[in-house]
């Protein structure tokens, strides 16, 4: 099997002329891009890395970002991205449980690095101005100026490629390390289910740190496409983008999409090139499907339900057809759904039961197991199979719906209720923008079904109360209190954190 190194070389000698990268004012075609890669990849080799190391990065979606990520993949290096948002605390933690040897940072995370001790212990590389964090450290221009790489190819398909690290919303982050034959699988598996042509132009907006970013960047390059960088997601930015480059496909997490939609630029932007689009990371809401469909008129419309750890578990590939639909197992995987409290992977659900969603470990895109985490591999991987933690069930036409994490899931009076059906039903309500539903401690239920309210037109609680009374929701399932927010609490790449609304960590409207 091909390494990404050898993917990229391959996309280099196939079209060197196409272009490949676009940051702002710069363009990059193939061959030039590669150029810039050797060169990074000499000044990697000057600093001491070599094959196995990990270099972390601090890095917001800039062309050095791309290119260092490609000089990883040629050497042998292990990309191992970090939020730049990252505390110097997080920082120190993941510095050191990588074993990192190079850090790469820029000015927004200067701050940060310039307080971890982890960090300056380290070899580093600014990008950009960042005078906070910058002493001692090599600009990037010098090491792009070192001798290129001599030797292109040092890594296998066996060789690790990628190591992302989870967000750690209920401890440490842990770490996923992941192969150039995981990667690579990865990455065919999304041309594929996206039905990517060659020559596809996309937005690189999900950030680089995460399993989508990467997986926008991977795939473009197999198919000879091109890759423009949208730094900090900005839904003007993004409008803006999508007209001059003439953007052939989008794939984004709901929140994104709802910001851009809802951007005054939308209406009077040419959207026409635009004719697949892609969603992950959080179920998408079925009033915002169908304002998509209506804008866009997509020829593909796919919901994509995966992790950092197995990237593609299920695919829809008609999302509105069936609202809430993640669709059956990926090319590269099987699932199942098994009981809530199941420690074996052979204790399935029941049609229409709610259960774990587990994925074979076996697929070709699937991880090994954690970084120095023994602990977690005993709780999530058993008997050949990942544990997601997610929740969910198979409906009669074998399609799996996901309904929120098993951490996520609200038991009052007795009954597991799922938040996400909640959700949806609530954002059909014309006056409702985003909600999120949580359930808070109860003395006599255990927990009260609450839901959290962003509105976009004056509402009252009884109105909701009616709306949730004549859709049919089941009564034990209705919201029992609504509390109406300035913002819904979302992660960087837009996943729910419910949380902070648990924790009372929330801006009232």
């Not at 990404?4 to 196409?18: I, K, N, Q, Y």
């Amino acid at each position: 099997m091909l390494d990404l190194g050898r993917s990229f070389l391959a996309a280099v000698e196939r079209t060197p002329d196409e272009t490949a990268l676009v940051d702002g004012q710069l363009r990059l075609t193939y061959a030039e891009w590669l150029e810039r890669v050797r060169a990074v990849a000499g000044g990697l080799q000057a600093q001491g890395l070599s094959r196995g190391d990990h270099m972390v990065t601090l890095l917001q979606n800039r062309w050095e970002t791309a290119t260092l990520h490609w000089a990883c993949q040629l050497l042998g290096v292990v990309m191992t991205p970090l939020n730049w948002r990252a505390k110097p605390d997080e920082i120190d933690y993941c510095a050191d449980d990588s074993g990192a040897k190079l850090l790469v940072f820029q000015d927004v995370s200067a701050g940060a690095v310039r307080d971890s001790v982890a960090a300056q212990k380290l070899k580093r590389v600014v990008v950009g101005s960042a005078v906070d964090a910058a002493d001692g450290a090599l600009d990037f221009e010098e090491l792009q100026a070192s001798k290129p790489a001599a030797k292109l190819l040092h890594a296998i398909a066996d060789d690790w490629s990628l190591m992302l690290y989870t967000s750690g919303t209920t401890g440490k982050p842990k770490g996923v390390p992941r192969r150039h034959r995981h990667e690579r699988s990865a990455a065919v598996a999304h041309v594929a289910q996206n039905q990517y042509r060659r020559g596809e132009r996309t937005l690189g907006v999900m950030p680089l740190y995460h399993t989508m970013g990467v997986r926008s960047l991977l795939a473009t390059s197999l198919i000879s496409g091109r890759f423009v960088c949208i730094p900090k997601f900005d839904p003007a930015a993004v409008l803006v983008a999508i007209e001059a480059e003439q953007i052939t496909n989008l794939y984004l997490v709901p929140t994104l999409y709802h910001d851009v939609i809802a951007h005054p630029d939308c209406a009077s932007t040419d959207l026409s090139t635009v004719r697949k689009l892609g969603f992950a990371g959080a179920s998408m809401n079925e009033a915002l499907l169908k304002k998509l469909d209506a804008i866009f008129k997509p020829e593909l419309f796919v919901n994509h339900y995966g992790s950092s750890e197995v990237y593609t578990v299920t695919v829809e590939p008609d999302a509105c057809k069936k609202p809430g639909s993640a669709g059956k197992a990926g090319i590269n995987q099987r699932v199942r759904v098994v009981k809530l409290n199941a420690i074996s992977p052979d204790e399935p659900a029941l049609q229409g039961e709610e259960g774990q969603i587990i994925a074979d470990l076996n697929g070709d895109e699937s991880f090994e197991g954690y970084w120095n985490r023994p602990e977690a591999d005993a709780k999530s991987l058993r008997d050949g199979w990942y544990f997601t933690g997610d929740t969910g069930y198979f409906d009669q036409d074998g399609d799996l719906f996901v309904s929120g994490r098993i951490d996520d899931m609200i038991i009052s009076g007795g009954e597991n209720i799922s938040p996400v059906e909640i959700e949806s039903l609530l954002s059909l309500h014309p006056s409702v923008d985003e909600v999120a539903v949580v359930g808070l401690p109860d003395e006599r239920w255990g927990q009260r079904v609450t839901a959290f309210i962003r509105r976009k037109a004056p509402v009252t609680p009884d109105e909701l109360d009616a709306h949730c009374r004549n859709s049919g929701l089941l009564n034990f399932k209705r919201p029992r209190e609504y509390v109406f927010v300035a913002e819904v609490p979302r992660s960087p790449v837009g996943k729910l954190l419910r949380r902070k609304l648990v924790a009372n960590e929330y801006e009232p409207e």
